[in-house]
Each structure stands twice: as C-alpha cells, then as structure tokens.
C-alpha cells in the first residue's frame, strides 16, 4: 500500500473512464477520506452505561419502566439499587478508615505529617536537612516511621530506667530521623494513583453528559427485533439508552451522580494524603497500587454479586451517540455520496495548516488533565498539613495536636471544613528549633 496515496490521487474526468490502478487508487483515498471525516464530526464520543452498579442502578429502572413495571425487572430494578447502596456505604466506610487513620490514629502514635523531611537525602548534611528530631537527616540515619518510633521508645526507656545517666544516653543512644526515601517516586506514585480517577472522572462527566442531552421524554429503552429469529430473552430485542422523564433524571443525579461524585472527591484526598504520608520506596509503590481497589469496589460488586441477567443487560445496551451529525461541518456522513464525501475531503485538506489549533490538538487532554489534578491534590495536603520552613527551606509538619476522642464520624471525613475534629489546646509536637 502507497502510503503517499492519498496525496497523489487526483480526480477522473467524468469524459474518461478510469484505469484499473485509478479505480483502486480511489477506493482507498474515499477509505481515507470516510476515515478522517468520520473522527472529526465524532469528536464527542459515545456513551455506554458502566457495567458497574452505578450504570445496573441507572438502566434497570429505565427497563422495568419500559415494561410497565414488569413484576421480573421491578425486582431486577430495586435489586440494583440495593447493591448501589451497599457499595456506597462499603466505598465510604473504607475511605472514612482511612481518613481516620492519617488524621486521627496516626496522631496518638505521636507521629507528625512527613511533608519534606528527608527529600533530597543525598545533599545532606546541609541547608534543609533537619529532621522532625531535631538533627540533621542522613542516610545512614533516616528511617520509616516504625522504625524511628521503635528507636525512640527504646531511648526513652533507657532514661525512665536510668534517669542520672542522661546525659550519657542523648550522647550515645541515636534514634535516627524520620524521612521520606524519594521524593521523586512519591510524586510518581501519586500520579499513578491519580490516572484510576481520572478515568473515573471522565465516567462520571460522560453520565452527566448523557442525561442532559437525552430528551426528558417517557421514551422506550427496549426496541422490537423482527430480522432474528424467536429466541427469547434479550437476543431478540435491540437495548438502547433513550428518553428518561424529568423526574429520574433527578432522582439519578441525587442518589447515583452526586454520591458518585462526593465517593471520588474524598477518594482522591484519603488516597493523595495517604500517599504523601508514607515514607518507604517500596511502600508507596504497593499502595498506590493497592489503592485502586477501592476505586473498582463497584466493577467487583457487579462482577462477583449481581446477577447474570443483569449484568447481561447492562452489557448489550447499545451505546449511546453523543454527537450531533447536523452540527458537524459534513453534515450526516451517511447521506453524502462517495464523491460527496472526497469533496468534503479535498476541501479539509485545502485547509489544513499547522496553526495553534494543531499545536493544542496534539497534546493529550487527558494526561494533562491527570497530571493537573494531581498537582491540585499535592497541594491541598501541604496547604492542610504543612508550613514553609525558611531557615531549612523545605516543608515541614505544623504543629500537631492530639484529637479529644477516637471517633470520628462519617460527616467529618466527607466534610472536614464545615465538622472538624476536636483538638487540644497544646500540641504534641512542634519542629525543633
């Protein structure tokens, strides 16, 4: 195949008959042509409802109603929303453990926010390099946070048992410093943690997408077959996503977006400021892994707990167009001739220049996205955790203060702003010097 053919084919007279070569020549430039045409006017993409609970809890509703409520997807139907509720509450009880973890847990351990202690390890001893000790970071001396609590019981416990040779014990008995082993691999990790819920954020702005360019229509969500033969089931019948009435377009934004969206939101913190709070290589690599099990709880629930019908269901609804033919500068390709089409064709490529637009174009949305929101997320948990140490010219922990009790409540792990935690008036800890 020519790769220069679709530059090099110029147009037959309609006086002439063409060559075998020529009739070739064309038939893989409008190949070209219906290609590239067909990508541009399909720019906004389609939707396909999520074979998860959250697309079972939108569909099922919409097929039963179709159906008048059929007593077999009426059941189907509330069968699927009991499993939304069920994952909504097992996705947030894992993130508020985890919430509870870093902000209440780890804090009667005495431990502080890791911030920047021991980034750049290799420059110290020197500007920037102390720890939360007291003492200048090396690396012979950092350690993970289990490590240097262990190493600082056993001094303190040395002093409880020897209290007139402390002295000799601060002059002997080194506990280390607390640090982070590569600053680079947690910012690495965390944006790997951060590419799962970009793609969950993309499925949710497609959802939203979906309902409002749907018509707000008590429309038919299963279409008669009559070219397949009787076979029962959903072989004979063509499952499309069509009109929804106002009211589950509400009732869907309420209880199946907006959950969605607030799980995602404290996602992406729990997991960004548990992330950022671990201090080993090889930890952070695992959790950032480990993490994306909560973010595909609901793929597992409907994987492993619905039923097959269900999820068969789910599957074969056709997806639905999210572009609009008549908006597209070729109209509705699937009414234009075969030399409608290479027009159409000739007068893009007539076009084409290597502008700013094609400059945008070719960067990869997505991934700068991600990277975005991953800068976005870094940031929140220094502004929350972390001040700007000038005389060692890294981040380092605030004060920390003991919480008042252990209980933390699911409003205050969704809402911490608006519900914070109660604290004590002194902190445990502050940064020595």
């Known amino acids: 195949m020519r790769s220069d053919m679709q530059d090099t084919y110029k147009p037959v007279p309609l006086t002439e008959k063409p060559t075998q070569d020529q009739e070739m020549q064309r038939k893989q430039h409008l190949a070209y042509a219906k290609t590239t045409i067909g990508i541009t006017m399909r720019e906004g993409g389609t939707c396909k409802v999520e ?121 002997l008995v080194d506990p280390g410093e607390y640090g982070v082993e590569s600053y680079w691999c947690r910012f690495m990790c965390c944006f790997v943690f951060m590419i799962p819920c970009m793609q969950e954020l993309n499925i949710i702005l497609k959802m939203m997408e979906l309902f409002y360019k749907i018509p707000s229509a008590d429309e038919a969500w299963i279409e008669a077959r009559d070219d397949l033969p009787v076979l029962g089931g959903i072989e004979e019948v063509r499952l499309k996503i069509a009109g929804m009435p106002m009211k589950w377009k509400v009732i869907n934004l309420v209880f199946v977006i907006f959950p969605k969206v607030a799980l995602w939101k404290l996602t992406c913190e729990s997991g960004m400021t548990f992330l950022m709070e671990t201090s ?126 252990t209980v933390m409540r699911w409003y205050q792990a969704f809402l911490p702003t608006f519900f914070p935690l109660e604290r004590a008036d002194k902190p445990y800890w502050t940064m020595p010097g």
């Open 51 to 171: 074979e998860t609970v959250y697309g079972a809890a939108i569909v099922m509703p919409q097929m039963a109603r179709t159906v008048g409520w059929d007593r077999t997807m009426t059941i189907m139907a509330v069968r699927a929303w009991f499993f939304l509720a069920l994952n909504c509450m097992m996705q947030s009880y894992l993130l508020a453990m985890l919430s509870k973890e870093e902000n209440v847990m780890d804090l009667f351990a005495g431990q502080m926010n890791l911030c920047d202690f021991g980034a750049f390890v290799d420059r110290c001893p020197g500007p920037g390099c102390k720890g939360p000790g007291g003492t200048d970071i090396t690396a012979s001396r950092m350690y993970n946070w289990d490590s240097f609590l262990n190493r600082n019981f056993v001094k303190d416990s040395f002093k409880a048992l020897f209290p007139d040779r402390l002295e000799d014990i601060d002059r």
């Open 280 to 405: 080993g290589i090889q930890d952070i690599i695992v959790n950032s892994v480990a993490l994306t099990f909560i973010v595909s709880l609901d793929q597992l629930i409907m994987s492993a707990l619905m039923s097959e019908e269900t999820r068969n269901i789910v599957a074969n609804v056709e997806d639905y167009r999210l572009w609009d033919p008549t908006t597209s500068c070729v109209g509705d390709i699937a009414l234009l001739s075969d030399d409608e089409i290479l027009e159409k064709h000739e007068e893009a490529q007539a076009l084409r220049s290597c502008g700013c637009k094609d400059f945008i174009d070719i960067l990869p949305f997505k991934l700068f996205a991600s990277l975005l929101l991953t800068l976005l997320f870094i940031a929140q948990y220094y502004i929350k955790y972390c001040k700007f140490d000038q005389e060692n010219f890294r981040f380092v922990s605030k004060d920390v203060y003991l919480p008042k009790t």
